[in-house]
């Protein structure tokens, strides 16, 4: 048994710090590995333009399809307007927590058409600041998403009838088990940051998958399953009150 790691990046818009990820784009396409991207669909979050925007976004989310990245739909404005950290209890922001259905349907479907319009709708969805509620999940069920990009643990599960592929830190754990997603924000990596991941990728890239394989990863069993979501939950948490 070995560890396979999912790479997920967050915030990608259209004036992203393309020169932050390009090191990751290269890595990917010389190793030929699927990463997975957050692209937001009508970003209005101007803390994520920090670059000239990029005349041809959207051919290059396309570009990246094409290869094998899985899109995901990383909200819709990602402005926050309240203050819900979720059903995973992390941070205290969201930008559909706390709304009722019928607004967190109208805003997931405006999102979703615009990826669906773009041809890179991929019916997985990845929360803002990790914030969703039931009503979230419920909005995503109706739209026929069929998966998030969050959760406890070290393998896919059910959750609210979708899948959830869990999503724990934001650097290699290595525990030797089961799929660990890796959650990268390029806007605000240090170059020292950025040439440490790549290499962690370079030297892992045989255990890099995409996500549609990663989801298909089956625990040794259920229990073994609930024990380690159980357990990664009271660690996390333990640690984040710690760090406050
Ligand atoms: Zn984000």
């Known amino acids: 048994m070995s560890t396979r790691y999912v790479i997920r990046f967050d915030d990608i818009t259209p004036g992203m710090a393309w020169s932050k990820f390009?090191?990751?784009?290269?890595?990917?396409?010389?190793?030929?590995?699927?990463f997975l991207i957050g692209v937001v669909p009508?970003?209005?979050?101007?803390?994520?333009?920090?670059?000239?925007?990029?005349?041809?976004?959207?051919?290059?989310?396309?570009?990246?399809a094409g290869k094998g990245w899985t899109i995901a739909q990383h909200g819709y404005t990602h402005l926050y307007v309240t203050k819900e950290s979720g059903l995973l209890g992390i941070g205290r922001k969201s930008?559909?927590?706390?709304?009722?259905?019928?607004?967190?349907?109208?805003?997931?479907?405006?999102g979703k058409e615009i990826l669906v319009r773009e041809?890179?709708?991929?019916?997985?969805?990845?929360?803002?600041s990790h914030s969703f509620d039931a009503n979230t999940m419920?909005?995503?069920?109706?739209?026929?998403?069929?998966a998030i990009t969050d959760g406890y643990g070290f393998y896919a599960y059910d959750l609210h009838g979708l899948v959830a592929l869990p999503q724990l830190l934001a650097r290699p754990l290595?525990?030797?088990?089961g799929?660990?997603?890796?959650?990268l924000h390029a806007n605000t990596m240090s170059e020292y940051a950025i040439q440490r991941m790549v290499e962690f990728i370079k030297t892992h890239h045989t255990a890099v998958i995409g996500f549609g394989e990663a989801?298909?990863?089956?625990?040794?069993?259920?229990?073994?399953?609930?024990?380690?979501?159980?357990?990664?939950?009271?660690?996390?948490?333990a640690y984040r009150l710690v760090k406050g």
Not at 27 to 32: G, I, Q
Not at 51 to 61: K, L
Not at 174 to 177: A, I, P, T, Y
């Open 215 to 237: 989801i298909a990863i089956e625990a040794p069993s259920d229990m073994v399953e609930r024990m380690l979501r159980a357990l990664s939950q009271a660690a996390l948490r």
């Open 22 to 34: 390009k090191p990751f784009e290269a890595v990917a396409d010389a190793l030929h590995l699927p």
């Open 174 to 177: 290595g525990l030797g088990l």
């Open 119 to 128: 041809g890179v709708w991929h019916g997985v969805f990845m929360a803002p």
């Open 95 to 110: 930008e559909l927590a706390g709304l009722p259905y019928e607004e967190q349907l109208a805003k997931l479907a405006a």
């Open 138 to 146: 419920r909005a995503l069920k109706a739209l026929d998403f069929s």
């Open 179 to 183: 799929v660990e997603t890796i959650c």
């Open 42 to 64: 009508q970003c209005r979050d101007l803390s994520l333009s920090v670059e000239p925007e990029r005349a041809d976004f959207w051919p290059w989310v396309r570009e990246r």
